[in-house]
């Protein structure tokens, strides 16, 4: 067959427009996930038992100060200029049908500032839905934000907590990403053998056929490698995780990867219960290239909130 540079130009030229048409919807359905609404417009006589539980915000980590890049913004939030990023990290998941920019205050030495844009992404997967990107501007090093507070009704994906009234003092700029929450996967939710997306946000892959238990991790903000490489077995073989009859295994696989957000699935070969992941310093880093001090966390358990980090007591 002989060669046409005119129908080679027109594969690549429909290929590119494919590409161009698969990125557009995918930034599209990142925008319909983000909320910029400034009041709180949540009706609570929606939600008659959002009081049944208590809940926390866990942790709020200032990842990013003036360092968002610009298209990011747009693709995030549908607006153009936001420059500081503050992922927000809550003991439940949350109904996002309740999530809004104006439910949130960040307060400074002096004064209040609000959030722009809030919005789930990139951590979009089945499970992830406790944390949140704060979007805005949230101050410097010289003049870092101290505190985040709920002031709007935020529920719960359960609707028996209300997070209104929870705050959480901020991580500085300057620490690096620690392990903030834990907890075993329902078998259900699995998703074994799933294959991440093509983007480098919005669907991580599941962890190998023949996974006895996952243990899905949240971290205080995103982490790679140093550089920006997603991890690899250096990673994996760091991790421990206890189990109850006091052993101590490692992941055969971590799954979750390739979708640039703050949680890593543990695929262990034991089904003995775990409790308490651990992880070494130094090899983890978030967007600003900060290493990640040593850290663990106790396994969530309905009714009990452990925390166990370098700057947080252990709280029971």
């Not at 901020?170 to 799933?194: C, K």
């Amino acid at each position: 067959m002989m060669f046409n540079p005119l129908r080679l130009t027109h594969c690549l030229r429909t290929a590119l427009l494919t590409l161009a048409w698969v990125l557009l919807a995918s930034c599209s359905d990142l925008r319909e996930l983000a909320n910029t609404q400034q009041k709180d417009t949540t009706q609570i006589h929606n939600y008659d038992h959002s009081l049944e539980s208590t809940g926390a915000l866990v942790s709020a980590f200032y990842g990013l100060d003036n360092a968002l890049p610009f298209f990011a913004s747009y693709f995030l939030c549908g607006e153009f200029g936001h420059r500081d990023g503050m992922p927000v990290v809550f003991s439940q998941e949350l109904d996002l049908n309740t999530v809004e920019a104006g439910d949130f205050s960040v307060a400074f030495e002096r004064g209040t500032t609000q959030v722009a844009c809030v919005t789930p992404a990139p951590a979009t997967d089945q499970g992830e839905f406790r944390t949140l990107l704060l979007v805005g501007d949230f101050g410097s090093m010289t003049s870092p934000p101290i505190d985040v507070s709920v002031t709007g009704n935020l529920i719960s994906l359960d609707h028996r907590t209300n997070f209104k009234n929870t705050q959480v003092r901020v991580t500085p700029l300057e620490a690096g990403p620690s392990l903030v929450y834990a907890e075993i996967v329902d078998v259900e939710h699995f998703q074994l053998g799933r294959q991440s997306t093509m983007f480098p946000f919005g669907g991580g892959d599941g962890c190998p056929l023949g996974t006895k238990q996952v243990v899905r991790v949240v971290w205080s903000g995103g982490v790679t490698k140093p550089g920006g490489e997603e991890i690899d077995d250096l990673e994996r073989e760091a991790y421990r995780v206890s189990l109850i009859d006091g052993s101590t295994v490692t992941p055969f696989a971590i799954g979750d990867l390739g979708d640039g957000d703050n949680n890593h699935e543990l695929c262990l070969k034991s089904g003995i219960q775990a409790q308490r992941v651990e992880f070494p310093a130094g090899l983890l880093t978030d967007p600003r290239e900060d290493l990640n001090p040593a850290t663990a966390i106790v396994l969530q358990h309905p009714g009990v909130d452990i925390h166990e980090s370098p700057i947080a007591p252990k709280l029971r």
